[in-house]
T-cell receptor
Framework: AQTVTQSQPEMSVQEAETVTLSCTYD???????LFWYKQPPSRQMILVIR??????QNATENRFSVNFQKAAKSFSLKISDSQLGDAAMYFC???????????????FGTGTRLQVTL | DTGVSQDPRHKITKRGQNVTFRCDPI?????LYWYRQTLGQGPEFLTY????????KSRLLSDRFSAERPKGSFSTLEIQRTEQGDSAMYLC??????????????FGPGTRLLVL
């Protein structure tokens, strides 16, 4: 079974600084997708960034970027120029690629709570 | 596009009662997912629909749980004879289901269930 591990329960970063959240996963598949979702307190989960496993180039979305190391099964999220609004729970998630024909469910890690301080 | 909506947002019930939650996906999204999230954990997959067909159910979905998606639009999740262990946030998500970008799942705000 696929597993996703986030080893940092909590992280803290000062406003305008950079922080990296770690994620590792275990799978025997070669084609899959990886996601980072953000869940602010009492608000709904929103997609931050996604990565297709067949792409070697790391995904970027404005201040958010990933370091995808397929061989190491590592998928970290870097947040640059942190803002107060970045404070939230961040979840790393994995899903099979559509081509495998299996359910497209997401498998989540346990999350990292990010605090942003002034 | 108004996003995924869920109703109710909060539900308090007594053990043994039945509860039903509703999810309205983003229009034209043919895939709909239910997840359960307990405190301090990531969401766990319960079941998913492609149009009106329920294609997979997790082992977490005991016989007391039933989900439907009539006509492939909104979905309902019913829990019969609730137990205190059912207390959790129930999340609904939907996706377009076409192509790589279409597999991104968009989440609703969730229904928080408390069983007393």
């Amino acid at each position: 079974a696929q597993t996703v591990t986030q080893s940092q329960p909590e992280m803290s970063v000062q406003e305008a600084e950079t922080v990296t959240l770690s994620c590792t996963y275990d799978t025997s598949e070669s084609d899959y997708y990886l996601f980072w979702y953000k869940q602010p307190p009492s608000r709904q989960m929103i997609l931050v960034i996604r990565q297709e496993a067949y792409k070697q180039q790391n995904a970027t979305e404005n201040r958010f970027s990933v370091n995808f190391q397929k061989a190491a099964k590592s998928f970290s999220l870097k947040i640059s120029d942190s803002q107060l609004g970045d404070a939230a729970m961040y979840f790393c998630a994995y899903r099979f690629s559509e081509n495998t024909g299996t359910a497209s469910k997401l498998t989540f890690g346990t999350g990292t709570r990010l605090q942003v301080t002034l | 596009d108004t996003g995924v909506s869920q109703d109710p947002r909060h539900k308090i019930t007594k053990r043994g009662q039945n509860v039903t939650f509703r999810c309205d996906p983003i229009s034209e999204h043919n895939r709909l997912y239910w997840y359960r999230q307990t405190l301090g954990q990531g969401p766990e997959f319960l079941t998913y629909f492609q149009n009106e067909a329920q294609l997979e159910k997790s082992r977490l979905l005991s016989d007391r749980f039933s989900a439907e998606r009539p006509k492939g639009s909104f979905s309902t999740l019913e829990i019969q004879r609730t137990e205190q262990g059912d207390s959790a946030m129930y999340l609904c998500a939907s996706s377009l289901g076409q192509g790589a970008l279409g597999e991104t799942q968009y989440f609703g705000p969730g229904t928080r269930l408390l069983v007393l």
